[in-house]
Structure formats: C-alpha cells, structure tokens
C-alpha cells in the first residue's frame, strides 16, 4: 500500500510511463532504483516538461509512487538520440540499438512512429520515493 501524497506535492502534476500497466510499473522501478534518469515522448505529448517542474510519478494501478524534477529538456528527432541519452533511459542493455529497437516497437504501438519523427528528450532526477515500489513483471518487449 503506498503512503499518501504529502503535502507539498500535492499540487504537482502526475503520469504514469508507458503506455499500460506492467510497463509502469517497470519504469518506475528503474527509476526507483536510480537507473532511468531520462524518458522521451513526442513533441505534442500533453505532459511536455520544464526544467525545475516536479511530478508525481504513478505506478501501474495509478497509485503515486515518487516525485521526480525535471533537469533537461531537448528537442531532437528519433533517428538524432545518441547513445548517452539512450543510456540515461536506463532501459535493456542500455545500448542505443536496444533503445531504438525498443522505442520504434512502443511508438508503432501508439501509431506514431517514424525515423524521422521530433521527440522531446527529458532527464530528470529522483526527488522523493513513497513507501515501498514492488518490482514490476514487464518483460523487456513491453520496455520504452
């Protein structure tokens, strides 16, 4: 059972990762274990950031798990991420082939893929974590 939000958080944003459950609460285990510091989405997602914004991160049943910040925010398109900000994801090997592979097969999901398409390229950084975060069960085909 995760603690209540508190307070001060209470006026923050929220999102989940992903695009389902399993793969939510995957994330948000590498984010929790420090792992995944970056994340993109595309350049009209409605949650577009700015540096210094907090969120409260959800998990797979909506329930707030953390407060991350936003330190970085980048335009480039998909064929344009480099292996460091690939890395930063913190998702599979890790490698830039893994993260493209992985992320033409999560954006082809979402019917919004193309190699040239313009993504919003964030990092960010752990601020809070709210009570205990169970390791999610995603197997590495439902990672982005």
């Known amino acids: 059972?995760?603690?209540?939000?508190p307070e001060r958080y209470q006026q923050l944003r929220t999102f989940a990762f992903g695009d389902g459950p399993p793969?939510?609460?995957?994330?948000?285990?590498?984010?929790v274990k420090g792992v995944k510091t970056?994340?993109?989405?595309?350049?009209?997602?409605?949650?577009?950031?700015?540096p210094g914004e907090r969120w409260v991160v959800l998990d797979g049943r909506g329930e707030p798990r953390c407060v991350i910040e936003t330190t970085?925010?980048?335009?480039?398109?998909?064929?344009?991420?480099?292996?460091?900000?690939?890395?930063?994801?913190?998702?599979?090997?890790?490698s830039l082939a893994y993260w493209r592979s992985a992320h033409r097969t999560y954006f082809g999901r979402l019917g919004r893929f193309s190699?040239?398409?313009?993504?919003m390229c964030e990092r960010f950084r752990l601020i809070e974590v709210f009570g205990e975060v169970v390791p999610g069960d995603a197997g590495p085909d439902r990672q982005a």
């Open 23 to 31: 793969l939510a609460d995957k994330l948000l285990e590498l984010v």
């Open 1 to 5: 059972m995760s603690k209540p939000v």
């Open 38 to 50: 970056a994340t993109c989405s595309t350049e009209d997602e409605p949650n577009t950031s700015a």
């Open 115 to 119: 190699e040239d398409m313009m993504l």
């Open 72 to 94: 970085e925010i980048s335009y480039r398109r998909f064929n344009d991420v480099d292996a460091a900000f690939a890395y930063d994801e913190g998702e599979g090997d890790r």
